[in-house]
């Protein structure tokens, strides 16, 4: 069983940062991808940016040079800098890790993020 646990989202000002933080538990392959995702009101869930085992980020096109996503391989842990928020950034944030090996995905809960002034 695969778990994983956000933290880090909340309320801030436009133009403001946030840190987001995915800890990944239980038994996956080592060949993964770890990202987040979200989920504005009324809008499908959409990629935000996914950082593979390997090395290799992605990002959508809509916070390339505001987000910044690493990750930590001996603590199984994907980071999302988030900086210059605007109002649009508002959703809930779902961490997201792709098992290569299984072709599965494992889904964290969610953690609201407000960009409001």
């Known amino acids: 069983q695969v778990q994983l646990a956000e933290s880090g989202g909340g309320l801030v000002q436009p133009g403001g940062s946030l840190r987001l933080s995915c800890a990944a538990s239980?038994?996956?392959?080592?060949?993964?991808?770890m990202g987040w995702y979200r989920q504005g009101p009324g809008k499908q869930r959409e990629l935000v940016a996914v950082?593979?085992?390997?090395?290799?980020?992605n990002y959508a096109d809509s916070v390339k040079g505001r987000f910044t996503i690493s990750r930590d391989n001996a603590k199984n842990t994907v980071y999302l800098q988030m900086n210059s928020l605007k109002p649009e950034d508002t959703a809930v944030y779902y961490c997201?890790?792709?098992?290569?090996?299984?072709?599965?995905?494992?889904w964290g809960q969610g953690t609201q993020v407000t960009v409001s002034s």
């Open positions: 239980g038994s996956f392959y080592r060949l993964n991808a």
């Open positions: 950082a593979a085992s390997g090395g290799s980020r």
């Open positions: 997201n890790l792709h098992d290569s090996d299984i072709r599965r995905d494992y």
